[in-house]
């Protein structure tokens, strides 16, 4: 029988070669507990990743830019579908585009969602509607999925993991539809806020507007990502709390590359020098990308499915419960104390 008790901490590989003969020599105390992490890799490599990013601001902040830099290829929608000149829609559209992208065996399917026509009217007032409605659409579909008798072996994710909401760089505050725009949706949607085009500003103009977003966001009760309830431990709780503070992340996009001091950089060239798109001395784009890709992706898609999509699992099923109750006729004060 094996003495699990026995097995030392650091765990060596079963078969260790010996000094002196040179053979295997066989480490009885290895369980073997530790390859599970390759089968788990090799399963992951084998289905390959979704990611979902909808990306939200009035025309001409620069959304499609950055979803080139973020990914180093062309996958914004216009980049895709480029027509001889775009006319800004009279209501909010949702148009979105899918790629297969692959890096180092690595396969990922990346849906970019795009919002043409919000901010850009006249009157914006309910504008925030269309986008909530999609957003819930995609739940909505991956529940009628999820309850199927002969459900598919895996659910298409179609289900929004981030959404990326371009603040204009006006250097002064928060517009009334910025804050009733994330508001609303940080209840159903991880929120990453960005204040675009922030070569535009100042470095005290960046930073004093950085610190009066971050008022107002606390002021209106708004919990952008990563959110503070929902960290896991205090290792957690550390790192968010680093990015936390540079909420919103101030950053320029460039799909152009320029030749700066015998390097190709992608940046944005002025006749006083070229802005170098992934140096943090120049803008914030570097923490985005390690935000939302390079860091926290797993644990964004986990929050959509754990947090956001159960909230609106549980709504769902609660109405569906209530509304055969009713027709069923069950008292109102019936149904009250069975829920509780």
């Excluded at 949706?185 to 977003?213: G, H, W, Y």
């Excluded at 890709?293 to 419960?321: A, C, F, G, P």
């Amino acid at each position: 029988v094996l003495d699990l008790a026995a097995v030392p901490d650091t765990v060596v590989s079963p078969a260790v070669y010996g000094e002196k003969t040179g053979g295997p020599v066989l480490d009885f105390s290895y369980v073997g507990i530790d390859a599970i992490l390759e089968q788990m890799r090799r399963k992951a490599m084998k289905q390959g990743f979704e990611l979902n990013i909808m990306v939200v601001g009035q025309s001409g902040l620069g959304k499609s830019t950055l979803m080139n830099t973020l990914f180093k290829s062309k996958v914004s929608r216009k980049s895709v579908l480029a027509t001889a000149q775009e006319k800004i829609p009279k209501t909010v559209e949702i148009k979105s585009i899918s790629h297969d992208i692959e890096e180092k065996g690595v396969r990922m399917k990346l849906t970019v969602i795009d919002t043409p026509g919000f901010g850009d009217q006249i009157n914006n007032e309910n504008c925030w509607q269309p986008i909530m409605k999609f957003i819930n659409d995609q739940y909505e579909a991956y529940l009628q999925e999820e309850i199927n008798i002969n459900r598919k072996k895996r659910i298409p994710d179609s289900r929004v993991h981030c959404c990326i909401y371009f603040i204009p760089p006006t250097g002064h505050c928060l517009r009334p539809l910025d804050v009733e725009f994330m508001r609303r949706l940080s209840k159903v949607v991880n929120i990453v806020p960005v204040i675009a085009k922030a070569d535009t500003l100042t470095l005290e103009e960046r930073d004093f507007f950085k610190q009066k977003i971050r008022e107002e966001l606390r002021a209106n009760g708004i919990d952008v990502y990563p959110q503070k309830e929902f960290d896991e431990d205090a290792e957690d709780r550390m790192i968010n709390e680093k990015i936390r503070e540079m909420i919103p992340f101030a950053v320029v996009g460039s799909d152009q590359e320029y030749q700066v001091n015998g390097r190709r950089l992608l940046g944005r060239k002025t006749k006083w020098g070229t802005i170098e798109v992934e140096n943090i001395a120049h803008c914030e784009f570097a923490y985005l990308r390690d935000l939302l890709i390079r860091t926290h992706m797993q644990n964004i898609k986990d929050i959509t499915s754990s947090i956001h999509y159960e909230m609106y699992r549980v709504r769902r099923l609660n109405e569906n419960n209530t509304t055969v109750a009713h027709a069923n006729g069950v008292p109102e004060h019936h149904l009250t104390a069975h829920e509780m």
